[in-house]
């Protein structure tokens, strides 16, 4: 599904980072791990298509990135990538369904995957253990928990390919971790869907079936 | 995406209000402008109607309007009525209505004329003098007053009044030795019509029968006002004279047979040209009123877009998940303008509707006050232009924040 090849990345303060080269396919879990500033958001980026390519290749679903424009990127991840920040994953004017109906917005291939919307997102927060009655709820009023699971929700909303993680569990506690990562697991179609998680917190690799240690492996910066 | 736009300028509904109400009152005070400037343009030269052309002697048009229609300046000369007599009888000819001037009362005008004069001279949209009081003069002892010169005087009907000689109550230039008497007060029209005092030509001939050269030579007090032959008081000069045409179709030709008069230097004006020479100098200042607004609106336009750019980084988080999800920074940028344009129509369709409103119930009070009348309408197709260019002027400043937006979000991690 996803290669990257050679990747490199300069930043404008004039650090340079060398990606490890990642292979994932469809219903593989991928855990990327490092330290704070080893470029694993910039990594998650660039596969995003929200940042240009520099250097290397990365290839998805036999579209190469290199190929395409900034606007094709866009519409590419709009297409095929659900995404998943740490915090503040929710617009805080819309409403828990006006969120999540976010995912397929910018997206008619996603859009043409949801026959009736209102109904896939409710089974989709049911799967993710939320209750119904909070769609028309203000983001202000739930839970860190609840609204990363509300995030969750609108990164497969239209099953997106695949879906990126940025440190979704760093700002909750190991319990609500545990049953978190349970929902989002049980809720992934492996059968469509490849996921890609980046996170500080190795306890969490045995729901992964791939871990990328940027400490250990090729990933280093270059001066 | 218009209910997520709104929710989002709802959210910020604030500072966004105070933008949009400090364009929403730029625009309608150059809205106010342009209503009131048309209103009295209008109500300027419609402070006499009725009248197709004045007669008098040969001089300045302007001057001949500005004395006779709003009693200003001085009469230099006076035409004969001889002429006047002569002209009556000319085909095209419907009314003449001749007028003295040259008396005052306390600094309001004096108005010989005949009782014709509040039958054929109108004013505003072709509406007829009335009396809110008494009646016409029809005595040479009577005067009827304008509306404004009972009101400050607080005179009567049956008030007794004594005109002065010329324009300033000097002493000596008083005609003590006859009283009128009030017998009529004229409607409020807000024309200079207010002003002035209305007493019949031979009346006004009477008065200055013991007058020579601007001096009382004798006082009426010492002759048998009864005695005097009734055409001795028939005035053998006046100022000027109104004249209502047959058709509208011989005016031009009649104004250059006046003005070829073989025997006596006389000229005829157009009161509607004159006037619309005499508003283009006098309506030069309306021009500097309307620089000010357009000066106003430019200021509000830089605040919304300030407004705009300093919210920005409020809503990082906001252009961060819609890239995450796949929006293009143009779309990012299209927010902004979007914003910008949403911003400027609810200031316009504001300031119409506040304007009209206000128009609606203030336009009788404008008019008794001011003799203005304000154009009541939704809007005309010069407040469209200027909307659309203001509307415009809104969007294309809007793009400097737009393109930060997109120059930022090009280049961003969505860390």
Not at chain 1, 143 to 158: C, F, I, N, P, Y
Not at chain 1, 186 to 204: E, G, K, R, W, Y
Not at chain 2, 1 to 7: D, E, H, S, T, Y
Not at chain 2, 265 to 285: K, N, R
Request: with cysteine; aromatic share 8%; glycine share 6%.
């Amino acid at each position: 599904m996803l290669k990257t090849t050679g990747l490199k990345y300069l930043y404008k303060h004039g650090k340079t980072i060398e990606f490890p080269d990642i292979e994932i396919e469809t219903g593989q879990r991928l855990l990327i791990s490092g330290f704070s500033g080893c470029g694993k958001t910039t990594l998650l980026s660039l596969i995003a298509g929200a940042l240009r390519l520099q250097e290397g290749s990365i290839n998805f679903n036999d579209t190469d990135y290199s190929d395409m424009s900034s606007m094709s990127l866009d519409k590419f991840r709009a297409d095929h990538i659900g995404y998943i920040f740490q915090t503040l994953n929710l617009i805080p004017f819309l409403n828990v369904s006006e969120n999540i109906a976010l995912g397929i917005k910018f997206s008619k291939n996603r859009k043409s995957k949801v026959s009736d919307m209102h109904q896939e997102i409710e089974r989709l927060i049911s799967s993710l253990g939320l209750e119904k009655e909070i769609l028309n709820t203000a983001i202000d009023n739930l839970s860190v928990g609840q609204q990363q699971r509300v995030a969750v929700a609108r990164a497969l909303l239209g099953k997106p390919d695949l879906i990126l993680a940025d440190e979704p569990t760093s700002a909750l506690d190991n319990d609500t971790t545990k049953k978190f990562l349970d929902e989002v697991m049980n809720t992934f179609d492996p059968s469509h869907q490849a996921i890609i998680m980046v996170s500080h917190d190795l306890s969490i690799a045995p729901y992964f079936d791939t871990v990328l240690d940027f400490n250990k492996h090729n990933a280093h910066s270059i001066i | 995406m218009l209910i997520p736009l709104f929710k989002s300028i709802w959210s910020r509904i604030l500072p966004t209000s105070l933008v949009t109400i400090s364009l929403m009152a730029s625009m309608v005070l150059l809205l106010s402008i342009e209503r009131i400037q048309q209103g009295a343009e209008e109500g300027f030269n419609q402070s006499i109607s009725g009248v197709d052309a004045i007669i008098g002697p040969r001089s300045s048009s302007l001057e001949l309007v500005l004395y006779t229609v709003f009693h200003l300046g001085r009469p230099t000369n006076n035409i004969t009525t001889k002429t006047i007599d002569e002209i009556k009888l000319r085909n095209d000819i419907d009314w003449i209505v001749p007028i003295a001037l040259g008396d005052s009362h306390k600094g309001f005008r004096v108005i010989a004329t005949d009782s014709n004069y509040f039958e054929h001279i109108k004013y505003g949209s072709n509406k007829s003098l009335k009396v809110s009081e008494g009646r016409i003069f029809s005595e040479i002892s009577e005067v009827v007053l304008g509306a404004d010169v009972a009101s400050k005087l607080n005179y009567k009907i049956g008030t007794s009044i004594q005109i002065t000689h010329g324009s300033s109550e000097s002493i000596g230039s008083k005609h003590d030795d006859f009283s009128f008497i009030v017998t009529g007060i004229l409607d409020k029209t807000a024309t200079p019509i207010d002003q002035a005092i209305f007493l019949d030509l031979r009346g006004y001939e009477l008065l200055h029968l013991g007058w020579q050269s601007g001096r009382k030579v004798f006082s009426l007090d010492n002759i048998d006002l009864s005695a005097i032959p009734e055409d001795d008081l028939n005035p053998k000069t006046i100022t000027a004279a109104f004249v209502g045409l047959k058709s509208q179709l011989t005016l031009f030709n009649f104004t250059k047979s006046i003005r070829e008069y073989p025997s006596e230097a006389i000229s005829a004006v157009i009161p509607g040209i004159a006037l619309s020479q005499l508003w283009s100098i006098v309506g030069l200042v309306d021009k500097g009123f309307e620089l000010l607004s357009w000066i106003i609106i430019a200021i509000s336009l830089i605040a919304m877009i300030t407004l705009i750019i300093a919210s920005l980084e409020n809503r990082k988080q906001e252009m961060t998940i819609y890239r995450a999800n796949g929006a293009s920074p143009i779309f990012l940028g299209g927010i902004v303008i979007y914003e910008a344009l949403i911003i400027g129509l609810v200031a316009i369709v504001g300031a119409i509707l506040i304007v009209t409103i206000v128009t609606y119930f203030a336009t009788n009070q404008l008019n008794l006050a001011l003799g203005i009348t304000p154009s009541f309408k939704l809007v005309s197709l010069g407040e469209i232009r200027i909307f659309t260019i203001i509307l415009l002027a809104g969007v294309l400043s809007s793009l400097i924040p737009a393109i930060m937006v997109f120059r930022k979000n090009l280049h961003q991690t969505l860390g």
